[in-house]
């Protein structure tokens, strides 16, 4: 689309959704200005003559990725959403210059040319994502959430690439960490909820059928008790079950949904309708992507797709609120290996080593089922391993790692090493557990969370909005000391008294579960036969990138039940299918 002047011209991916406001602030400016339609796009384009690029990203509330030309000053702009909800890729290939929000649609340019990164694979063997701003091939980068990278445009060439952030998640957490707000209990309640009400008000603005995902968890049921709040009629709302009681989070969903009074849906899904998800992966994700909840994820989309256009979604509040498990484990580890000589941790490792996993689980046994599941083996050799580690980033890195030394199964040796903005945010002012949440939110929420539920929602053609990463609900977060976040060793503190006071609290403390599929029994059953086809010691070894040797030890190991390596050999089978179908 192009602007009134002609000046610009835009290719727009997203959603601006305040765009009401300021197409009125607009035209108070100037009582001439007419607009043709009602999109947010043209409203963009009119803020852009008005305010400039800059001027007019920071009053935007939405999640975008787009492309501005500017024709007075010769500009092509590549700009990205603070949070990094959509995605936007570009490379230069041979004389041009290429950019979209699918590799895929890179790939169809005639001057398409690319190897695969072997270093961005270590990365996501380790973290079973591929990490911005690279990715998984060489030329190929992304622009980073809350940037804009600009290139020249002449008559003759294209030069000059200049990167700018225009909003940033480290200096949020600096500026929060540096100047938190002193509020009361009440105040801190008040506060938030007014702000996190208006984002959810803001994202339910749509001219198409709109509904909201629900677990049954505290962010997700926080947000439809708000939705249900604003709305003068039943929110639709949409949860999965599976037969296996340790994932399934469906009776809690429907439970809260019953209380609400929303219009619910639910679906159980078997095995079967899970792995027929499995072959579209690779060409829905674009890069190779190993987190196993994908696959809940694309099928709650496609469940809520068959009713609604938009789906409101809860995530965010664990990076947000403190919400993971593994804060808390973090910490406790980093302080016991300071009170631990070396010698005597190496020691208790290899004590612990030395008896046979299956013994491990089989004293384990007894143990509830959430806590040992038949893994209890595998359970104390990765804490064996993890007490032997020396500094809370080594700590931090061996818990959200998969493949704990990913050279060791690469056929080229590429040096495993956490990013220097992965150390200088464990090493920012504040708690440890403002670090992680810290790293998450430049990290693992962008290059994970968000393109799990992008790439899986769109991929059913259901728009996914996400009101906790509103950047006003951002800012106001890390401004809160930690005390609202985890008090009492009560993660989300402060997002659960606003909950409590929509919902009974009994309907939604529970143990967090997380949002996953079985994969560990799949790969010893119904997906077995798909799992030894990929890594087949042939196959392996002709496409040459893993050593087949090991590929094939743990493959053996894990399907015999003497060892539980799920997650590294998805991460492995993802990349493989991935290469194989794209």
């Not at 689309?1 to 108070?28: C, D, P, W």
């Not at 952030?165 to 929060?176: L, N, Y």
């Not at 790692?401 to 040796?413: A, I, R, S, Y």
């Amino acid at each position: 689309m192009a602007s009134a002047s002609g000046r610009f011209t835009i290719v727009f991916n997203g959603e601006i959704y305040n765009h009401q406001e300021l197409r009125k602030e607009l035209i108070g400016l100037d009582p001439n200005l007419r607009f043709k339609g009602r999109s947010d796009t043209e409203v963009m384009l009119a803020a852009f003559e008005r305010w400039g690029l800059r001027s007019a990203l920071e009053r935007f509330n939405g999640m975008f990725a787009f492309a501005l030309l500017d024709r007075d000053n010769r500009w092509l702009h590549l700009v990205r959403d603070r949070i990094g909800e959509k995605p936007l890729y570009f490379a230069r290939m041979g004389k041009s210059f290429i950019f979209g929000s699918e590799i895929k649609a890179l790939k169809r340019h005639p001057a398409w040319s690319a190897e695969i990164d072997r270093a961005a694979l270590s990365g996501y063997l380790r973290y079973a994502y591929v990490g911005g701003p690279g990715s998984i091939y060489k030329d190929v980068q992304k622009v980073l959430p809350g940037s804009c990278v600009t290139l020249s445009v002449s008559a003759n060439e294209l030069s000059g690439l200049r990167y700018e952030k225009f909003w940033s998640a480290e200096e949020i957490v600096s500026r929060g960490l540096n100047d938190p707000l002193e509020l009361s209990d009440r105040e801190a309640l008040d506060r938030m909820t007014e702000t996190l009400t208006d984002a959810i008000k803001l994202r339910m603005v749509a001219d198409v059928p709109l509904g909201a995902f629900l677990s049954g968890g505290i962010d997700s049921s926080t947000v439809v008790a708000i939705m249900q709040r604003l709305s003068s009629r039943p929110v639709r709302t949409f949860s999965i079950g599976f037969g296996e009681k340790r994932f399934n989070e469906a009776e809690s969903a429907k439970a809260v949904a019953e209380y609400l009074g929303t219009d619910h849906v639910e679906l159980y899904v078997t095995p079967q309708d899970s792995l027929n998800v499995i072959p579209d992966l690779p060409a829905m994700f674009d890069e190779p992507f190993a987190d196993a909840s994908q696959i809940p994820t694309y099928l709650v989309s496609q469940l809520a797709r068959g009713h609604v256009t938009v789906s409101l979604s809860g995530d965010g509040g664990d990076e947000l609120f403190c919400g993971y498990e593994r804060y808390e484990l973090a910490r406790q580890l980093t302080r016991s290996t300071q009170r631990v000589p070396r010698w005597l941790r190496t020691a208790a490792a290899a004590s612990i080593r030395s008896v046979p996993i299956q013994v491990w689980n089989f004293l384990g046994t007894p143990l509830p089922e959430r806590i040992s599941a038949g893994r209890t083996g595998d359970r104390l050799y990765k804490l064996a391993q993890r007490f032997t580690l020396n500094g809370f980033p080594d700590i931090v890195d061996s818990l959200l790692g998969m493949w704990d030394e990913p050279q060791e199964v690469l056929c080229k040796h590429v040096p495993h090493s956490s990013s220097e903005r992965a150390q200088r945010l464990l090493r920012t002012p504040g708690t440890q557990h403002e670090q992680m949440m810290a790293l998450d939110l430049s990290t693992y929420l962008p290059d994970d969370i968000l393109v799990k539920v992008d790439r899986a929602s769109m991929a059913v053609s259901l728009e996914a909005r996400v009101p906790l990463l509103d950047h006003r609900v951002v800012e106001l977060a890390w401004r809160l000391p930690m005390a609202f976040k985890r008090r009492n060793g009560v993660s989300k503190w402060l997002l659960r008294q606003i909950l409590y006071g929509m919902v009974p609290k009994t309907l939604v403390d529970r143990p967090k579960q997380g949002f996953s599929v079985p994969i560990e029994q799949w790969l010893r059953k119904e997906l077995r036969d798909w799992a030894c086809d990929l890594l087949a010691p042939d196959t392996i070894r002709r496409d040459g990138f893993f050593n087949d040797s090991i590929v094939t030890r743990h493959l053996d190991e894990h399907l015999s039940g003497r060892r539980s390596w799920a997650s590294q050999l998805w991460a492995i089978l993802m990349f493989q299918a991935w290469l194989h179908t794209t």
